[in-house]
């Protein structure tokens, strides 16, 4: 075994666009655990998979795969790394016993076996051209290639959206299996987050191209909460424990981290577990409130000139 | 690469079936071509022409060949059939899950040049085959002569598809038209470049200099190894240059 705990570690990594930023972001997936990739569309979890996959250039900073850098063997590291986007990639035309004949004059430890035994088990055809074939079909039929190399990293770019719930789940069964293997890694990009529930055991969340939360998923869980209460109530709370607030006609409803040690100081209010999705949101909305008080704010000044 | 190649062939298929017919048709054109030369209305339509002293022996002989030629043309033509292969993966979005896969970048570049530069060997044997069997069966031109132009046929499909491919790396699979077209312009351009003399001669005096044909002819009897040299030399350099456009543009072609 090689020296490396994580599998995958991104180092002030920074890609500019122009009009999108991935801005110096950071973190790491110890070998063997399931990183929930979490973020709303266009928040950069692509990209950043696209860097990973040495597919794009990046302006700055490190990225090293099991221990290695991806500037130095990039295509050795992809040999060890199975794929998932959430558009298939291959060609209608192409039936799946065609990508096996791709695919093994790819990969060098690309297992046939295995790979007709997943087209079994997901009940796929193998002679029928793959543009006839359904989005769960599609997405099982990437699986199915992204498994039969004996990749010890699989990424996976939102397998689980637009798929009907059956599906879903399905797709959630294959990867527990899959991670049951210690050696095996999982990076799950989804703006769902009930199944980053289900699976992950880290979490880390993008926002705009910058790293907004990251850490271990139940330590996360257990340490935000939903504080409920009135309108004029908000004021009292101490603004550390304050994420962000949704206020309404009904009352208020915050978003707290440190619940426990918030629950002490305020033991007559209600404070509720937060789910990863209300996380999220919360999250997302203190960087809007934050993002637009910055405009006011350079505005101001700019006037005060 | 061994792997996209494969994925290239699948890409293709359609292609090569047409690609089979229209060698086939080619060849019996050919050969009704050089009967009708010997015996048919070809013959009686030539003869009548040096009778009434529209042409010579001589002049026959070229048209003859130049009709010839352009029948070689065709089954090379299809080189620019590589063109379907850009935009197929466009439309699969295979590029995103190219770029997961474990080929790299010089390796992917590559299997496009030989992709494309399939057609070109098929043609060039096809075209071979076929010499040999002509060169038999008439006088206007011998099997030296037909390999000639084999090679300058060759040559120039080698040239556009170095530059089809090249264009396509710079411009993007977005604007496939417009790829297609500017080797032909960037030929256009070259060949008028090289002869702005004689052209200007043209301009100046309104008289075509009818030597002109025979010189390209005599070109490509004598020199077209010449010009396959060059070709080599265009592709290798679109090859480097492709590599390091498509580095550049990693995750946009």
Known sequence: ?305 | MKGLLVKDFYCLRKQYGIFLMTIIIVFVISIMFVFSCKYGNINKGFESMVKSGMATGNDISYIARIAMAFCFLIPMALTGNVMELFVDDRDAGFGKLAGALPVSIRKRVMSRFISGMIFTVIGCMADIIMAAVLSRLTDIITFKNYFAIIITFASLMIMYLSFLILYAYILGTEKMTLVAVLPLITGVVAVLLVNMKRLIGFIHNGIFDADIIKMLFNFIMNKSHLMFVASLVILAASYLLCVRISDLKRGVI
């Not at chain 1, 994420?243 to 509720?272: D, H, T, W």
């Open chain 1, 1 to 305: 075994m090689s020296g490396y705990q994580n599998a995958v570690e991104i180092k002030n990594v920074t890609k500019d666009y122009g009009d999108f930023k991935l801005d110096n972001i950071s973190f790491s997936i110890p070998e063997g655990n399931v990183c929930g990739f979490i973020g709303q569309n266009g928040a950069g979890k692509t990209t950043t998979i696209q860097l990973l996959l040495d597919a794009i250039r990046r302006d700055s900073g490190n990225i090293y795969v099991f221990g290695n850098s991806i500037d130095i063997d990039s295509v050795e590291i992809r040999e060890n790394i199975g794929v998932v986007f959430d558009e298939m990639g291959f060609h209608d035309f192409m039936t799946a016993k065609n990508i096996n004949t791709m695919m093994k004059n790819i990969y060098k430890q690309w297992d046939e076996k295995v790979y007709f035994d997943y087209l079994d088990r997901f009940k796929l055809p193998v002679k029928k051209q793959c543009g006839s074939f359904s989005r769960g079909m599609r997405m099982k039929l990437q699986i199915a290639t992204a498994l039969s190399h004996n990749a010890r990293l699989l990424i996976m770019d939102e397998p689980t959206s637009g798929l009907d719930p059956i599906a879903r789940n399905e797709i959630i069964q294959i990867l527990r299996e899959y991670a049951v293997n210690e050696e095996h890694t999982v990076l799950l990009s989804s703006h769902i987050t009930t199944d980053i529930e289900k699976l992950a055991d880290d979490v880390v969340f993008i926002d705009a191209g910058r790293i907004i939360l990251n850490g271990n998923k139940d330590d996360i869980l257990e340490s935000h909460g939903i504080l409920k209460c009135k309108k004029d109530e908000v004021s009292l709370i101490d603004n550390k424990f304050i994420v962000s607030e949704q206020i309404s006609s009904f009352g208020a409803e915050v978003l707290v981290k440190n619940r426990y040690a918030c629950k002490k100081m305020y033991p007559e209010m209600v404070i509720e577990p937060a789910s990863l999705e209300q996380i999220m949101i919360y999250y997302i909305n203190k960087e809007n409130v934050q993002n637009i008080s910055d405009r006011n704010g350079g505005i101001n000044e700019g006037t005060a000139c």
